[in-house]
T-cell receptor, first 115, second 115 residues
Framework: DGGITQSPKYLFRKEGQNVTLSCEQNLNHDAMYWYRQDPGQGLRLIYYSQIVNDFQKGDIAEGYSVSREKKESFPLTVTSAQKNPTAFYLC??????????????FGPGTRLTVL | DQQVKQNSPSLSVQEGRISILNCDYTNSMFDYFLWYKKYPAEGPTFLISISSIKDKNEDGRFTVFLNKSAKHLSLHIVPSQPGDSAVYFCAAGVDYSGSARQLTFGSGTQLTVLP
């Protein structure tokens, strides 16, 4: 079945440590995205990538880093520089048809808790 | 500055009745709008979308209405079912042809359908 997988579902990290969240898709989508959701708030864009080896900052990129070495994979690293890392992290992907119908499809999310 | 606003954090309706979820936006550049449904600890699921060239789009029990002059869209669910109980997010984007679409999300409305 085609879809987006994120692992792990729950992640605990000690303050001051970097942690990497995995995102894999087998939908053959060109674009991939990382969002963060905090309680009572909408999703906020961290980074996105349109093509392998290229990515752009979203609205809240500070304290995060990404890589896109393969079309299927877009891992997110939450660094120790991120001041409030505890949140629900969502990965998404979309085709880039240029037709205006580029709906984003989401993975199940990773809940990160910093202790 | 919230460019996409969902002013009702919660809504309760009786099973079988109509649910109307509202969304306002401020950025006149937005030309594509989507509704997502989200259960706790899961990723959002795409429901329905509408392009700015239309004022209505229908898919089964779900209909989205767009009023460009008022910068307002709404999602109608008829008839409402208990399984529709979830958080509904409105999202908006600009169709830059050939580019990944950056979506701006509202803060969500918790819909509860009472049996």
């Amino acid at each position: 079945d085609g879809g987006i997988t994120q692992s792990p579902k729950y992640l605990f990290r000690k303050e001051g440590q970097n942690v990497t969240l995995s995102c894999e898709q087998n939908l053959n989508h060109d674009a991939m995205y990382w969002y963060r959701q905090d309680p009572g708030q909408g999703l906020r864009l961290i980074y996105y990538s349109q093509i392998v080896n290229d990515f752009q900052k979203g609205d809240i990129a500070e304290g995060y880093s990404v890589s896109r070495e393969k079309k299927e994979s877009f891992p997110l690293t939450v660094t120790s520089a991120q001041k409030n890392p505890t949140a629900f992290y969502l990965c998404a992907s979309s085709p880039m048809t240029g037709s205006g119908a580029d709906t984003q499809y989401f993975g199940p999310g990773t809940r990160l808790t910093v202790l | 500055d919230q460019q996409v606003k969902q002013n009702s954090p919660s809504l309760s309706v009786q099973e079988g009745r109509i649910s109307i979820l509202n969304c306002d936006y401020t950025n006149s550049m937005f030309d594509y709008f989507l509704w997502y449904k989200k259960y706790p600890a899961e990723g959002p699921t795409f429901l329905i979308s509408i392009s700015s060239i239309k004022d209505k789009n229908e898919d089964g029990r779900f209909t989205v209405f767009l009023n460009k002059s008022a910068k307002h869209l709404s999602l109608h669910i008829v008839p409402s079912q208990p399984g529709d109980s979830a958080v509904y997010f409105c999202a908006a984007g600009v169709d830059y042809s050939g580019s990944a679409r950056q979506l701006t999300f509202g803060s969500g409305t918790q819909l509860t359908v009472l049996p």
